[in-house]
């Protein structure tokens, strides 16, 4: 059993922030974009793309949150439901560029939810997807447009985010999967 | 006991953490209900039978919206036009609408104990909307999720019910919903409308209106005047005069709740309902999400699973 390597560390992870949030504008030069995280930490990566790119604006972008929950694929296969925290989307969608963000992109489903779910709140111009970390293995046609990091992983990996507003520290890391651990 | 299941019949079903999860997960389905596509696809595929044995407007309309924002399929039945009119009996009304698989079962019933009976007759989850004068929970979180926003919390809030005590399983589903949130409960009504050891719920009881100026909310309940097969007041008028809840009998800042449908002039006068203390609007806007909720932590998850875990 190998302990967990870091991916990300802290300044890592500001500057791959920093690089997102200009692409995030070089590639939408109209700027009617808004940022909707995905609960929790891509939520919270969501506040700091809207803080940093506020900073390159003149105006701050609308910022929203999704909880997918009540979207999931899994919910008669789940042993109970799960707890949801609430969804966000006070601005108006349509014609609007929406950029989803999330941590860790992988199967892809959890993405395939985000954007049924702000379908539901209106017809966006485009959606866009954003994700600190690219680990493979998709199971449905999703793309990223904005990766913070291609980390190539077997399954038998966890790919660990870490947040300030939730572990304390900024850093990723590469493990292996809880179910090994307890092994 | 935090997760609520597999059958919701009575209030005791829940502890304290598991009415708040249901009112917290309501909170969010109150959200789902201000969307353009008031609509999430959590139920999908799934049946929701509304069993309704006695009139209703706010239940099972609720029930059904609450059902259909979740996307499940909804077939809602009334015993007026059923084959209940030729006489079948509800054990195999139960049984014949259970060969269609139904993830849940919402059953309203004029008498106690049906809902528990249904429960030993199908494999689906039984929800209790009603069940003669024992208990109505669906109606009682509402309350609290209606209470709970407005007050922030229920701990130390002193609620007065008043009116017929005896025949209402709102009363009793609220009492035990409320002191579990942390408040106090006093009843109040004619002597011949209070059941005797009623205080054995944990709540005080009261025979005049002469405290209510105490109370923090006075939650007043409807004359059940198709319960009543005895004379449980000298006459309706008189009821009024000494029980009536009415804009001037309400202390400023005292808010004002009904579970509806309103006798106007009998249990409530026509100002108080419409005086800006009354919450019973935001009590029909909270159905439909606080039902959600209750659908969604009853048939989401798999039972196997949540045995295993």
């Known amino acids: 059993m190998q302990a967990a390597t870091v991916v990300l560390d802290h300044d890592d992870m500001r500057r791959t922030l920093v690089r997102i949030a200009h692409e995030i504008i070089e590639k939408n030069p109209d700027g009617a974009i808004a940022l909707v995280g995905i609960h929790r930490r891509g939520a919270l990566l969501a506040q700091r ?24 694929d899994d919910l008669a296969i789940r042993p ?40 539901d709140y209106g017809r966006p111009a485009r959606v866009q997807l954003a994700a600190l970390v690219d680990r493979g293995h998709r199971e449905l046609p999703i793309r990223p447009d904005y990766v913070g990091k291609n980390l190539p992983t077997s399954q038998q990996e966890r790919v660990n985010v870490h947040v300030k507003e939730l ?14 651990r307890a092994a | ?8 019949i009575s209030i005791d079903d829940l502890d304290r953490a598991g009415i708040e999860r249901v009112l917290d997960t309501a ?72 060969a269609y698989d139904p993830a849940a079962i919402v059953i309203r019933s004029p008498h106690a104990g049906a809902a528990q009976l249904v429960a030993g007759w199908t494999p689906a989850a ?24 407005r007050l922030g919390r229920l701990d130390g809030a002193r609620i007065w019910i008043v009116g017929d005590v005896l025949h209402s399983r709102v009363a009793r589903s609220n009492i035990l919903a409320l002191r579990r949130m942390g408040a106090s409960v006093t009843v109040c009504g004619p002597p011949t409308l209070i059941p005797r050891d009623i205080e054995a719920l944990g709540c005080d009881a ?14 007043v309940l409807r004359m059940q005047l198709e319960r009543m097969r005895d004379s449980f007041v000298p006459s309706l008028r008189e009821y009024a005069a000494r029980y009536q809840i009415t804009a001037g009998r309400l202390r400023p ?57």
């Not at chain 1, 793309?49 to 999931?72: C, K, M, N, Q, W």
């Not at chain 2, 009261?206 to 939650?219: F, I, K, N, S």
């Open chain 2, 126 to 149: 039984v929800i209790n909307a009603g069940d003669g004068k024992h208990e109505h929970p669906t109606q009682a979180l509402l309350d609290a999720f209606t209470l709970r926003r």
């Open chain 2, 253 to 309: 800042g005292q808010l004002l709740m009904h579970p509806g449908p309103v006798n106007r002039g009998i249990e409530l006068s026509a100002d108080a309902i419409d005086s800006d203390q009354a919450l019973i609007g935001d009590q029909v806007k909270a159905g439909v999400a606080v039902r959600m909720a209750v659908l969604y932590e009853l048939l989401v998850g798999s039972p196997v699973l949540a045995a295993v875990a």
């Open chain 1, 49 to 72: 793309l809207h803080a940093l790119t506020g900073e390159l604006l003149d105006t701050p972008v609308p910022l929203g949150f999704v909880d997918i929950s009540f979207y999931r």
């Open chain 1, 167 to 180: 572990d304390g520290r900024d850093e990723v890391t590469l493990g292996p999967a809880p179910q090994q």
């Open chain 2, 27 to 98: 909170e969010r389905f109150a959200e789902v209900s201000g969307r353009e596509i008031k609509k999430v696809p959590a139920l999908r595929g799934r049946t929701v039978v509304n069993l309704f044995y006695e009139a209703s407007t706010r239940t099972s309309s609720s029930f059904e919206l609450a059902a259909k924002r979740l996307s499940a399929d909804v077939v809602s039945i009334r015993s007026a036009g059923s084959s209940v009119d030729k006489g079948e009996s509800l054990k195999d009304t139960v049984q014949t609408l259970s």
């Open chain 1, 80 to 119: 109970s439901a799960p707890i949801v925290h609430a969804t966000q989307l006070d601005f108006p969608i349509d014609g609007r560029t929406i950029v989803i963000v999330d941590d860790v992109l992988y199967t892809g489903r959890t993405v395939r939810a985000a954007v049924d779910e702000v379908f």
């Open chain 2, 206 to 219: 009261a025979v005049t209106l002469d405290r209510l100026h105490e109370a923090d909310v006075v939650y």
């Open chain 2, 1 to 8: 006991m935090t997760r609520l299941g597999p059958h919701l």
